[in-house]
């Protein structure tokens, strides 16, 4: 039985990394919803990234412990489908920085044009139908009381 | 199926049109890719040869502005999205790739019919476009002019959308197939170059395309429910659309010309009769450019009021890109030095690559430059630096594949005369027409302009008149071939003396598993016996 | 059909040489498969988070409406699905047809349970016309880009609901499977590129579950 394809699975394994996603997944909502009161020594950070930063972070230790257990890339001799995991990061990496160089930097030298023009945004649309149709229902009510 | 059917040739394994159209051979799908892509080739170009009559004067002539508007949409999308994008791999790469490697088929054959068909669909959809209106976004789509809710711009999405769909199931194939299929005594480094090209070509297939597919959706979405990520109108960012469009766009110019760079290595070494000089650079070259294609999306974007830091970085990181590819030329050139050239017809065709190549090459670190892309961007020049990488290397080279592979193809051999006598049409063709669009770009006429200043009509002129030349060289390889499949010689195992597997242990033409028994390989793909002078 | 088909051996591809290249074949096939959905959602994820950068304030505010139980709860949901498809790969390596086919069942049933807790919330989305672009009509918002991001969410979430219906497609279909083929510890491809793949939406939700319901 020497080649047999993949690997064999372990449920004492299976079961370890369940309870171990539950337990991270649990700790992103617990970080998520402490109270965001000033820590000693922490004024130097916006707390709000802070909290961000940490949420991700747990996110991508549950990702490799998918990726790594339940996937199997763990147990791989062939080092190739985890270059390939891999390298979806590195390109979206490369994505987002090389993206975030332009969003993050426009009008150094020239004026950029990010001020939005001739645009009315459907959240003012729709507060605006909203407080017309609380002052319709205000005039309109003593005079149809039968609705 | 008996033992006996699977040592036939691929042509009488069965019969009937149904046995093509629900095969799984990848030598049959290879031969309908191919028929498709000339077909839609033959299409783009029609609609090209319309509206360069119609700039045959500055005044309106037969065509409306809005109909030129519309022709050249098509052209774009037909020729990026039906011909050079699936061009050499689903063709030349699909019948090629499992017989030089030796193997009897690629790792999925179903997963391969599935990605002809959905190429069928795509351009199925993309021509029923015509019947919704007048698609005229151009091929790029951008926003929030392709937001303007135009029935035909949607429907070219959904088909360049399903395209990209196709495309990635032929990379992941081929990768599969390299990785897992060689057969014995098949090292990486002992595999046809244009098996490394197809390799390259295969990792932006994978990892580029989806970020072209989520565009597309997002386009879709935009259009659609409103959603606000694009469009400038309701708080979204066009440039972010740029962004997202360029990141799959930028590789797939690499995805369109590596297979091209692939074709060329076979033809070069095989026609000198030399192993190839720098083997091993001209294949990391091919997977350096891959990574390299990722960095520089940006230079797309120079005017569009990206900001100064992303311009100054893609700018930096555009000159990379010639790295490699100087590599290639330097290496191709070396490899002539000194070797027993045959000028046969794809070698007629190898060598206009070279050249047509380096013109398109440098013209792109010219476009690279900030501050003289200011000037040249959405000229003319642009216009001929990527037709000089699209049309006069990567179409030429597919061209010159087809005449190389043809024999093996067919078991036919072509007219030697008429095929070198199309190939310099072409060649004189090619470069009439876009040397004229180099020099009035460099003067500032700008493209995709219905009108234009008489002074540039003279190369305007000389374009349209370049263009008939152009056709009629193309018209007269492809009857050549054709004509070849009735009257041609039948085609001896290996008519060009290459030393590639499926020359040299493949029948010609192939019978249905491809070899007879599995080749074992014991030798580079390029070692010819040395010969005394 | 008076008797049920007996599941018969596997038998090898025509042009593989043997079982564990048609395995590994399978494998990396599928991982490239697995490697360009994670671009196509990666990207999304991308444009994602520079929104995020783009309207911070329309982020938070927009992510108020959102209710992180209901979250919580599909998270759950998911993992449990992927622990039990982990569970049919681990019985069809050991041949037991009848837990692999009662652990399919299960992980249909958490997928269920995912798309009925999204059917609330899109409803609820819906009750209160938190809507993308034109369509937005809620009320008490303030920034004037709160609408993009629930022209996001519905874009994100809409998608990987796709995606789980794939899915769910996909353990449909090795149900069939499990009924024509026996699997063996030599040969218990599908069940394991299903879970792979099942594997790839839980990876997308442990993203998008956080950018949409805790980061503010």
Redesign the interface.
Same mark, same amino acid.
């Given at each position: 039985m020497e080649n047999l394809p993949g690997h064999t699975y372990d449920i004492k394994v299976l079961v370890r990394v369940y309870v171990a996603l539950l337990v991270l997944a649990g700790g992103m909502v617990v970080v998520s919803l402490a109270p965001l009161e000033n820590i000693a020594g922490l004024d130097w950070i916006d707390l709000h990234v802070l909290k961000g930063l940490v949420i991700f972070g747990l996110a991508t230790i549950m990702v490799s412990i998918v990726s790594g257990f339940l996937m199997g890339l763990r147990y791989e001799k062939s080092k190739l489908n985890t270059v390939v995991f891999l390298g979806n990061f590195a390109f979206l990496a490369l994505f987002i920085v090389f993206t975030w160089a332009d969003i993050g930097f426009r009008g150094l030298v020239y004026p950029s044009f990010e001020e939005q023009l001739n645009w009315e945004s459907p959240v003012d649309k729709a507060n605006k139908a909203h407080a017309g149709e609380s002052e319709e229902a205000e005039e309109a009510d003593p005079e149809t009381p039968a609705h | 199926m008996s033992a006996h059917a699977e040592n036939i040739n691929y042509f009488k394994a069965s019969k009937g049109f149904m046995s093509w159209l629900v095969t799984v051979d990848h030598k049959r799908i290879g031969l309908m890719y191919l028929a498709s892509i000339l077909l839609f080739f033959i299409t783009g170009g029609v609609y090209a040869g319309l509206f360069r009559l119609e700039l045959w004067g500055p005044l309106p002539g037969f065509i409306s502005p809005d109909t030129y508007n519309h022709l050249f949409t098509m052209h774009g999308v037909i020729m990026v999205f039906l011909v050079v994008v699936p061009g050499i791999p689903g063709a030349l790469g699909n019948f090629l790739l499992p017989l030089q490697l030796g193997a009897k088929d690629l790792a999925f054959p179903k997963l391969n019919i599935t990605s002809l068909y959905l190429y069928w669909i795509g351009a199925v959809i993309a021509l029923f476009s015509l019947t919704q209106g007048r698609a005229d976004s151009g091929w790029t789509f951008y926003a929030p002019y392709s937001l303007s809710q135009n029935p035909a711009v949607l429907w070219m999405l959904v088909a360049a959308f399903i395209l990209g769909f196709s495309s990635i199931l032929t990379g992941l194939n081929f990768i599969v197939t390299i990785h897992k299929m060689r057969a014995p005594g098949m090292t990486w480094f002992r595999m046809p170059l244009f098996v490394w090209a197809l390799y390259a070509t295969g990792i932006m297939q994978v990892f580029a395309t989806p970020v072209l597919g989520i565009t597309l959706l997002l386009l879709l979405m935009e259009n659609f429910f409103r959603i606000g990520i694009f469009d400038p109108a309701l708080g979204g960012d066009p440039l972010l659309m740029q962004h997202f469009f360029w990141f799959y766009s930028h590789p797939a110019v690499y995805i369109i010309v590596v297979p091209a760079f692939g074709v060329v290595s076979e033809l070069i070494a095989t026609f000198s009769r030399k192993d190839i000089f720098g083997y091993k650079f001209i294949a990391f070259s091919s997977v350096a450019i891959t990574i390299i294609g990722f960095l520089v999306w940006g230079h797309h974007m120079f005017v569009s009021g990206q900001s100064e830091v992303a311009d100054t970085i893609f700018s930096f990181l555009t000159f990379f890109t010639a790295v490699p590819s100087a590599i290639k030329v330097f290496n191709w050139t070396t490899t002539l030095y000194q070797g027993s050239i045959k000028l046969t017809t794809p070698m007629l065709y190898a060598l206009q690559f070279l050249f047509n190549f380096t013109i398109g090459g440098l013209t792109g670190i010219v476009l690279g430059i900030l501050s003289v892309d200011i000037h040249l961007h959405d000229t003319y020049f642009v216009v001929s630096h990527f037709h000089y990488v699209a049309m006069g290397s990567t179409m030429i080279a597919f061209i010159g594949g087809i005449y190389y592979w043809w024999p093996k193809m067919t078991g036919r051999m072509f007219n030697e005369t008429w095929g070198r006598l199309a190939a310099v049409l072409v060649f004189l063709g090619f470069n009439l027409t876009f040397f004229a669009q180099l020099i009035m770009g460099s003067q500032g006429s700008p493209r995709r302009y219905y009108n234009y200043l008489t002074e540039f009509q003279i190369y305007h002129q000389i374009s349209t008149a370049g263009i008939v030349v152009l056709a009629l060289g193309l018209f007269m390889a492809l009857f050549n071939l054709l004509i070849s499949l009735k009257n041609g010689a039948i085609a001896p195992q290996n008519p060009w003396g290459a030393r590639t597997l499926e020359w040299t242990h493949a029948e010609t033409p192939p019978v249905l598993y491809n070899f007879t028994e599995t080749p074992v390989v014991t030798q580079g793909p390029y070692e010819y016996p040395t010969e005394k002078v | 059909m008076a008797e049920v088909t007996v599941p018969k051996e596997h038998e090898v591809a +025509?042009?593989f040489d043997? @079982?564990?290249?048609?395995?590994?074949?399978h494998? @990396?096939?599928m991982?490239?498969? %697995?490697?360009?959905? %994670?671009?196509?959602?990666?990207?999304?994820l991308?444009?994602g988070?520079?929104?995020l950068?783009?309207?911070p304030a329309a982020f938070a505010e927009g992510r108020a409406h959102l209710d992180?139980r209901l979250g =919580?709860l599909n998270?759950?949901f998911l @993992? =449990?699905s992927? @622990?039990t498809m982990?569970?049919a790969?681990?019985h069809a390596?050991r041949s037991e047809q009848d837990k692999v086919r009662r652990n399919l069942l299960l992980s249909l049933a958490f997928a269920t349970g995912f798309l009925i807790v999204k059917y609330f919330e899109y409803s609820a989305k819906f009750h209160h016309?938190l809507? !993308?672009?034109?369509?937005?009509?809620?009320?008490g918002? =303030?920034? !004037?880009?709160? +609408?993009?991001f629930f022209?996001?969410y519905?874009?994100a979430t809409g998608?990987h609901v796709l995606h789980v219906l794939i899915g769910m497609g996909l353990m449909v279909w090795c149900l069939f499977v499990s009924r024509k083929v026996k699997f063996t510890?030599?040969?218990? =491809?599908p069940v394991?590129q299903s879970?792979?793949y099942w594997?790839l939406i839980?990876?997308v939700w %442990?993203?998008l579950? !956080?950018l949409l319901?805790?980061?503010?």
């Open positions: - | - | +025509h042009h043997d @079982l564990e290249q048609e395995f590994e074949s494998r @990396l096939g991982w490239l498969f %697995i490697a360009s959905e %994670i671009m196509m959602f990666g990207a999304l991308v444009g988070l520079l929104l950068y783009k309207f992180w =919580t998270t759950f @993992l =449990t992927g @622990l982990a569970l790969a681990w390596q016309g809507l !993308p672009g034109n369509a937005f009509s809620g009320h918002f =303030t920034d !004037p880009n709160a +609408h993009v022209g996001f519905f874009v998608l510890r030599a040969y218990y =491809t394991e879970g792979l594997a839980d990876l %442990i993203f579950f !956080p319901y805790l980061v503010a």
